[in-house]
């Protein structure tokens, strides 16, 4: 027996506290080793996510990954080392010099570091390929690409390796230092002193309260219309709001609670109960700090998954806002389109479905309550409510052409095209141009003021819409008048503005590739907007990669907050060892502790999810209102019920994992 | 030269607050010499479990002195007191303090491996002391797998297996039943008789002080009285109950 074989031995004997750790840990270095390897990957070199290359995605997707498992490797560490501080004070006692303690740890903290690193990276090559192939697919999204030539790359290996083995050590030397710092008589009785209990007040609770429920009031108030930038404040407002309401709930609310369920005798002084709870407050107050962090960590994570999960799964629907024509036009003259049909009808390879061919107007109009705020092809627009601001007209018969060409869907809200069968004259459609429905939800039934050939005309509106029928980036609000109208009220075509529109829809719009190329030659740039493909590609090439990212930062953070609880348990286990030894002599049966262990760490993996749960669908309806871009409605909160299923999948397997190796420690068959 | 040399020991502990001095040891001075088997007793706060933590280098006292084979402790850093644990101590507890993650066997090997002494000789050796403590059968086993006497007499065999100058046990029988007590008692007296082993028993019992040879009373800090085993043990157990009843009020729970 020499060190290293101590050192062997402890790991093995420990496998079943080890087992998580390792599992994180690798689950960890396999992520950064695929972040790695599609960061070196020249074949990935080409593709860009929006404004920037997809290497620098992964590059910075890959250190938060790192920072994040620090942060888990040295939690788990020093709660291994604290578990062990008896056996620590055991070799001191027989003589081990500090030195020689701190090289056994060193060696074990090394031995398991290396290995999970080793399996790591071999697991990471296995699946590189596999992952990378994934990601070309979620980056494509159902467009025809190139294949992917694949090899593997000695830099990813060695970066992957060393970057955690650095991250290992740095662990180890902390372990050390705890040794070294630590005096025998405190080690003997560590295992006895208690963590330190908050104690509650009432003035905390309530302030906790008023601090989450004014987060949620900021969140759920944002105003989709305003610019990203303007958002950071009250973003950051919330967030900080959201974290110290969270913690001060943990510190006070949860044990005043349960100080009340401990009041309330004929609750209390059941079987069950009496023990359970009395366990929990305990627990409670000593572990309000990893619960804060374990419920935001999970409200995180669900929010993340269920985002960018709901976020691709709806880019398809919302293809058509941006693009409803295959290919569109604009103020081209007949030689162009001739050419431009010319072209199509000889691509055997496309299905031409439909041509559209209207002229969009433009006029001055007022209405009362009503403001432009947008920021598309024209610049950024902002008028003040009820100034007088550019209106598109278009006829009715144009609107029921590119409605049924484009197969624009309805929706239950007011973001899809309306449908209806007749225009009365004087009423007519307002197709609002504005992303968010701020404006548009208190005109419907009002007048419209139009400046006509005839001077000002009122129109009285009998449909409001977000309806973008000429795509999103040349959305202007458009109001569609019946055809009559239109020929007596805009008759001298020389008063205005017009727009010629062209717009080819394809049956089979990603396929056309070649077409488009040939197309982009014959018209002009100024005249032509991106075709389907192109904003195809630009939308999943960028969310592609980042539900990709989010998929495996969302596991990492779920294996990593499940296995913290689940040392948690264990530890606490040892402590309450003698606890339920003296429960068991006093004639607690199996059945009765494995009852009460059973609810007892229920309550510790139940009580942040279940805060996590109510701020991150709070966060998703935030985000529901943020995405008005979306025509469609986007179930979010059934992906929200689909992730949250499976975070409680791979909770429920550390929850029994937890329970199993809890009821080891304090009931042993002897 | 005697094994252990206690001069005039002191130790105040001042609650975190600075206030409120208390004093565990209040001038104790005793010798021990080679082979002697001397039992420490007292009610509960007289400072028995101080001073034994003070002899064991686990707490430094305020003042005095603590010679141990003529080694002064209180001249000795963290390494040479571990060298020192090594070589001159053995160390028996109430609730037996062995890894889970060793056999009896690693367990026990345990300090020789520390001191790199021979595979054959620490096989040798650890075979000869499970003998001695009728542990033979069970060297394979884990600590869980046995019983309460069977572990504490573990936990005699690492004490003893480097021959230490003196061994300190402190409430070995507090978590044994009596027929356990009684063998593990019988145990340590074949130690001390058969391998001339310094031992420093701590106890409560009546019954477990009754196999030492002298036995120190203990009462706020200083040394009460002492007396020595002249005839058979019962004897000596009567003499041990006298003490007690003298010592007075608070120890009806040494009974």
Same mark, same amino acid.
């Given at each position: 027996?020499?060190?290293?074989?101590?050192?062997?031995?402890?790991?093995?004997?420990?496998?079943?506290?080890?087992?998580?750790?390792?599992?994180?840990?690798?689950?960890?270095?396999?992520?950064?080793?695929?972040?790695?390897?599609?960061?070196?990957?020249?074949?990935?070199?080409?593709?860009?996510?929006?404004?920037?290359?997809?290497?620098?995605?992964?590059?910075?997707?890959?250190?938060?990954?790192?920072?994040?498992?620090?942060?888990?490797?040295?939690?788990?560490?020093?709660?291994?080392?604290?578990?062990?501080?008896?056996?620590?004070?055991?070799?001191?006692?027989?003589?081990?010099?500090?030195? @020689?303690?701190?090289?056994? /740890?060193?060696?074990?903290?090394?031995?398991? %570091? #290396?290995?999970?690193? +080793?399996?790591?990276? !071999? =697991?990471?090559?296995?699946?590189?390929?596999?992952?990378?192939?994934?990601?070309?697919?979620?980056?494509?999204?159902?467009?025809?690409?190139?294949?992917?030539?694949?090899?593997?790359?000695?830099?990813?290996?060695?970066?992957?390796?060393?970057?955690?083995?650095?991250?290992?050590?740095?662990?180890?030397?902390?372990?050390?230092?705890?040794?070294?710092?630590?005096?025998?008589?405190?080690?003997?009785?560590?295992?006895?002193?208690?963590?330190?209990?908050?104690?509650?007040?009432?003035?905390?609770?309530?302030?906790?309260?008023?601090?989450?429920?004014?987060?949620?009031?900021?969140?759920?108030?944002?105003?989709?219309? @305003?610019?990203?930038?303007? /958002?950071?404040?009250?973003?950051?407002?919330? %967030? #900080?709001?959201?974290? +110290?309401?969270?913690? !001060? =709930?943990?510190?006070?609310?949860?044990?005043?609670?349960?100080?009340?369920?401990?009041?309330?005798?004929?609750?209390?002084?059941?079987?069950?109960?009496?023990?359970?709870?009395?366990?929990?407050?305990?627990?409670?107050?000593?572990?309000?700090?990893?619960?804060?962090?374990?419920?935001?960590?999970?409200?995180?994570?669900?929010?993340?998954?269920?985002?960018?999960?709901?976020?691709?799964?709806?880019?398809?629907?919302?293809?058509?806002?941006?693009?409803?024509?295959?290919?569109?036009?604009?103020?081209?003259?007949?030689?162009?389109?001739?050419?431009?049909?010319?072209?199509?009808?000889?691509?055997?390879?496309?299905?031409?479905?439909?041509?559209?061919?209207?002229?969009?107007?433009?006029?001055?109009?007022?209405?009362?309550?009503?403001?432009?705020?947008?920021?598309?092809?024209?610049?950024?627009?902002?008028?003040?409510?009820?100034?007088?601001?550019?209106?598109?007209?278009?006829?009715?018969?144009?609107?029921?052409?590119?409605?049924?060409?484009?197969?624009?869907?309805?929706?239950?809200?007011?973001?899809?095209?309306?449908?209806?069968?007749?225009?009365?004259?004087?009423?007519?459609?307002?197709?609002?141009?504005?992303?968010?429905?701020?404006?548009?939800?208190?005109?419907?039934?009002?007048?419209?003021?139009?400046?006509?050939?005839?001077?000002?005309?009122?129109?009285?509106?009998?449909?409001?819409?977000?309806?973008?029928?000429?795509?999103?980036?040349?959305?202007?609000?458009?109001?569609?008048?019946?055809?009559?109208?239109?020929?007596?009220?805009?008759?001298?075509?020389?008063?205005?503005?017009?727009?010629?529109?062209?717009?080819?829809?394809?049956?089979?719009?990603?396929?056309?590739?070649?077409?488009?190329?040939?197309?982009?030659?014959?018209?002009?740039?100024?005249?032509?907007?991106?075709?389907?493909?192109?904003?195809?590609?630009?939308?999943?090439?960028?969310?592609?990669?980042?539900?990709?990212?989010?998929?495996?930062?969302?596991?990492?953070?779920?294996?990593?907050?499940?296995?913290?609880?689940?040392?948690?348990?264990?530890?606490?286990?040892?402590?309450?060892?003698?606890?339920?030894?003296?429960?068991?002599?006093?004639?607690?049966?199996?059945?009765?502790?494995?009852?009460?262990?059973?609810?007892?760490?229920?309550?510790?993996?139940?009580?942040?999810?279940?805060?996590?749960?109510?701020?991150?669908?709070?966060?998703?309806?935030?985000?529901?209102?943020?995405?008005?871009?979306?025509?469609?409605?986007?179930?979010?909160?059934?992906?929200?019920?689909?992730?949250?299923?499976?975070?409680?999948?791979?909770?429920?397997?550390?929850?029994?994992?937890?329970?199993?190796?809890?009821?080891?420690?304090?009931?042993?068959?002897? | 030269?005697?094994?252990?040399?206690?001069?005039?020991?002191?130790?105040?502990?001042?609650?975190?607050?600075?206030?409120?001095?208390?004093?565990?040891?209040?001038?104790?001075?005793?010798?021990?010499?080679?082979?002697?088997?001397?039992?420490?007793?007292?009610?509960?706060?007289?400072?028995?479990?101080?001073?034994?933590?003070?002899?064991?280098?686990?707490?430094?006292?305020?003042?005095?002195?603590?010679?141990?084979?003529?080694?002064?402790?209180?001249?000795?850093?963290?390494?040479?007191?571990?060298?020192?644990?090594?070589?001159?101590?053995?160390?028996?507890?109430?609730?037996?303090?062995?890894?889970?993650?060793?056999?009896?066997?690693?367990?026990?090997?345990?300090?020789?491996?520390?001191?790199?002494?021979?595979?054959?000789?620490?096989?040798?050796?650890?075979?000869?002391?499970?003998?001695?403590?009728?542990?033979?059968?069970?060297?394979?086993?884990?600590?869980?797998?046995?019983?309460?006497?069977?572990?504490?007499?573990?936990?005699?065999?690492?004490?003893?297996?480097?021959?230490?100058?003196?061994?300190?046990?402190?409430?070995?029988?507090?978590?044994?039943?009596?027929?356990?007590?009684?063998?593990?008692?019988?145990?340590?007296?074949?130690?001390?008789?058969?391998?001339?082993?310094?031992?420093?028993?701590?106890?409560?019992?009546?019954?477990?002080?009754?196999?030492?040879?002298?036995?120190?009373?203990?009462?706020?800090?200083?040394?009460?009285?002492?007396?020595?085993?002249?005839?058979?043990?019962?004897?000596?157990?009567?003499?041990?109950?006298?003490?007690?009843?003298?010592?007075?009020?608070?120890?009806?729970?040494?009974?």
């Amino acid at each position: 027996m020499n060190f290293y074989s101590m050192a062997v031995n402890n790991i093995k004997r420990k496998s079943e506290t080890y087992f998580t750790y390792f599992l994180s840990t690798t689950f960890a270095v396999a992520i950064f080793y695929i972040f790695c390897t599609i960061y070196y990957n020249p074949e990935f070199a080409d593709f860009h996510t929006g404004i920037s290359k997809i290497g620098i995605v992964f590059q910075f997707s890959a250190v938060i990954v790192l920072g994040f498992s620090s942060i888990f490797v040295f939690y788990a560490n020093s709660l291994f080392i604290r578990s062990r501080k008896k056996e620590i004070a055991i070799f001191s006692l027989l003589g081990m010099r500090k030195r @020689e303690i701190g090289l056994l /740890l060193f060696t074990e903290t090394l031995i398991v %570091g #290396v290995c999970s690193a +080793a399996c790591g990276i !071999l =697991l990471g090559s296995l699946f590189s390929r596999f992952f990378s192939m994934i990601l070309v697919k979620l980056m494509l999204g159902g467009a025809p690409g190139n294949h992917m030539s694949f090899r593997l790359t000695w830099q990813p290996v060695v970066i992957s390796f060393g970057v955690f083995l650095l991250l290992f050590v740095l662990n180890a030397f902390y372990s050390m230092r705890i040794i070294y710092k630590s005096k025998l008589i405190d080690l003997l009785s560590a295992a006895k002193e208690g963590e330190k209990a908050p104690e509650f007040s009432w003035i905390s609770s309530g302030l906790s309260f008023a601090m989450i429920l004014s987060a949620y009031v900021i969140l759920l108030n944002f105003n989709g219309n @305003e610019g990203a930038i303007r /958002l950071i404040k009250p973003v950051i407002l919330a %967030g #900080v709001l959201l974290v +110290a309401g969270t913690y !001060l =709930l943990f510190q006070n609310v949860i044990i005043l609670i349960f100080s009340k369920c401990k009041n309330n005798n004929t609750f209390y002084l059941k079987t069950g109960n009496f023990i359970s709870i009395s366990q929990l407050i305990y627990r409670i107050k000593a572990n309000a700090n990893m619960f804060c962090v374990i419920a935001l960590m999970s409200a995180f994570t669900i929010t993340l998954m269920s985002g960018v999960i709901s976020f691709y799964i709806s880019l398809n629907s919302s293809m058509t806002i941006y693009a409803p024509y295959s290919y569109l036009c604009r103020n081209i003259d007949a030689s162009v389109k001739k050419q431009v049909l010319h072209a199509v009808q000889q691509d055997k390879s496309v299905q031409l479905y439909a041509v559209t061919d209207i002229d969009v107007l433009t006029t001055k109009a007022s209405l009362e309550g009503y403001k432009v705020d947008t920021n598309s092809e024209y610049g950024k627009i902002t008028t003040s409510v009820g100034e007088k601001f550019d209106l598109d007209i278009i006829r009715f018969s144009d609107y029921q052409k590119v409605i049924r060409d484009t197969k624009a869907k309805e929706s239950n809200g007011n973001k899809g095209a309306i449908y209806v069968s007749t225009l009365k004259k004087g009423d007519c459609l307002f197709l609002d141009g504005n992303y968010g429905h701020d404006y548009s939800d208190r005109i419907d039934g009002k007048n419209i003021h139009v400046v006509t050939d005839s001077g000002e005309k009122d129109f009285h509106i009998t449909g409001v819409s977000l309806f973008k029928y000429m795509g999103a980036a040349h959305a202007r609000t458009t109001l569609v008048i019946p055809d009559e109208d239109a020929r007596t009220d805009f008759a001298d075509q020389g008063r205005y503005q017009v727009n010629h529109c062209f717009g080819l829809k394809l049956g089979n719009p990603l396929e056309a590739g070649a077409l488009y190329d040939k197309l982009n030659t014959i018209v002009s740039a100024g005249n032509r907007d991106m075709s389907y493909l192109e904003y195809h590609q630009l939308l999943f090439n960028m969310y592609g990669a980042y539900i990709f990212i989010g998929i495996f930062l969302g596991i990492l953070f779920l294996l990593a907050a499940g296995s913290i609880i689940f040392y948690k348990q264990l530890m606490e286990a040892r402590d309450d060892e003698g606890r339920y030894e003296i429960l068991r002599k006093i004639g607690m049966s199996k059945k009765e502790v494995e009852a009460s262990v059973h609810r007892q760490i229920a309550a510790a993996f139940l009580l942040p999810s279940a805060v996590a749960l109510i701020h991150s669908v709070v966060i998703l309806i935030t985000y529901q209102h943020m995405v008005y871009t979306i025509a469609v409605d986007s179930p979010i909160l059934w992906y929200v019920f689909a992730v949250v299923m499976i975070y409680f999948l791979i909770y429920a397997m550390f929850y029994l994992l937890s329970v199993r190796g809890y009821l080891s420690v304090v009931w042993k068959e002897n | 030269m005697p094994v252990l040399v206690v001069d005039n020991l002191k130790k105040t502990y001042s609650s975190k607050h600075g206030g409120n001095r208390s004093k565990a040891l209040n001038g104790i001075s005793f010798q021990v010499e080679k082979g002697e088997f001397v039992g420490i007793m007292g009610p509960s706060g007289a400072g028995k479990s101080t001073l034994l933590n003070v002899i064991a280098t686990i707490d430094q006292a305020t003042s005095g002195d603590v010679v141990i084979g003529g080694q002064d402790l209180g001249r000795m850093d963290h390494e040479k007191l571990a060298m020192f644990r090594r070589e001159k101590l053995g160390f028996i507890f109430q609730d037996y303090n062995l890894l889970d993650t060793m056999t009896f066997r690693e367990n026990i090997e345990l300090p020789l491996v520390l001191s790199k002494v021979s595979p054959d000789h620490i096989e040798k050796k650890v075979n000869e002391i499970a003998k001695i403590l009728g542990i033979e059968d069970l060297l394979e086993k884990y600590p869980y797998e046995v019983s309460g006497g069977q572990r504490q007499r573990a936990s005699a065999a690492r004490a003893m297996i480097s021959n230490p100058e003196l061994i300190l046990a402190d409430e070995p029988t507090g978590a044994l039943d009596s027929r356990s007590s009684a063998e593990l008692l019988q145990c340590l007296t074949n130690l001390n008789e058969k391998n001339q082993a310094t031992i420093l028993l701590v106890t409560h019992d009546a019954f477990a002080a009754s196999y030492c040879r002298r036995i120190l009373f203990i009462k706020d800090g200083e040394i009460f009285t002492e007396i020595d085993r002249g005839g058979n043990r019962k004897e000596f157990f009567d003499q041990i109950l006298k003490v007690l009843a003298v010592l007075g009020g608070d120890n009806r729970e040494l009974l």
